[in-house]
């Protein structure tokens, strides 16, 4: 064979990996994938964590906007904690229930469809005194104000027919909350409701209409503020806060008999 010509040999057969080679193989992809889904689980969580703060935050922006002078403002009768709360049950219960919300609130409204029947039967056989803390801090929410609209008229209600009629009139709301963006019930609605839980009359419209108890509503947001709330629904029990899993309607009775 001349020397400035290479010999060309056929490549040899090749050799197929041990099975020593296979497993750590296998292991290798194995972990690769399992890093890949922590990485997508931390980024899921700390969206989730990113919105939660987010609202939270909206929530304190808004309630500290909205604070204003109410000196002299007019307060509903039938409220208690200076007026910026509405108790339900005898006083004397083992326990307490304390409820803050927002009538514009999704999560409060399935929150009451869920468990509101039984606040109102822990309230009724003396297991709990249920205190809502109302608030108005979703106004834009809605094109028409309706968290304060809403609060007003729930304040109108408790002035002119008491607590339980607060509660009920509050569960008619929840049951008919307009979607978010859009408009919510109108003056006429909202006395309609009031009439259905016994607050009628010419005073029960005016105060409607004329939304006499406005500056209330941004006493009872700011009063929220101030108990350390920020977000909604936040239920209480004896003044520990309640887990998601709790307020389900067996979780919260269980919860309030075992404390009480």
């Not at 007019?74 to 219960?93: F, K, L, M, R």
């Not at 408790?158 to 909350?177: H, I, T």
């Not at 005073?203 to 929220?224: F, K, P, S």
Request: hydrophobic fraction near 45%; proline fraction near 5%; aromatic fraction near 4%.
């Amino acid at each position: 064979m001349p020397t400035d010509q290479l010999a060309v040999q056929a490549p040899g057969p090749r050799r197929r990996p041990t099975a020593r080679q296979r497993i750590a193989a296998r292991r290798a992809e194995e972990a690769a994938r399992a890093v890949a889904a922590r990485r997508r689980r931390s980024v899921t969580t700390g969206l989730a964590v990113a919105a939660l703060l987010a609202v939270a935050i909206a929530l304190v922006v808004v309630v500290q906007s909205s604070r204003t002078s109410s000196a002299g403002a007019a307060v509903p009768a039938n409220t208690v904690q200076g007026g910026t709360a509405i108790a339900v049950g005898d006083a004397g219960a083992p326990v307490t229930l304390d409820v803050y919300e927002d009538f514009q609130c999704p999560a409060c409204a399935e929150f009451e469809t869920r468990s509101g029947t039984t606040l109102a039967e822990l309230a009724a056989d003396g297991s709990a005194q249920v205190v809502h803390h109302p608030m108005a801090f979703l106004d834009r929410a809605s094109s028409d104000r309706f968290s304060t609209r809403a609060l007003n008229a729930a304040g109108v209600v408790v002035d002119a027919a008491g607590p339980e009629a607060y509660a009920r009139f509050a569960g008619l709301l929840y049951a008919r909350q307009p979607a978010e963006g859009g408009a919510g019930l109108s003056d006429d609605e909202l006395i309609a409701l009031a009439a259905e839980v016994g607050a009628s009359g010419p005073a029960v419209e005016r105060g409607i209409r004329e939304l006499v108890y406005e500056d209330w509503t941004r006493t009872a947001t700011d009063r929220a503020s101030r108990d350390g709330v920020n977000q909604t629904p936040t239920v209480l029990l004896d003044g520990l806060p309640l887990d998601f899993r709790q307020l389900q309607p067996a979780a919260l009775a269980a919860a309030v008999r075992a404390a009480g």
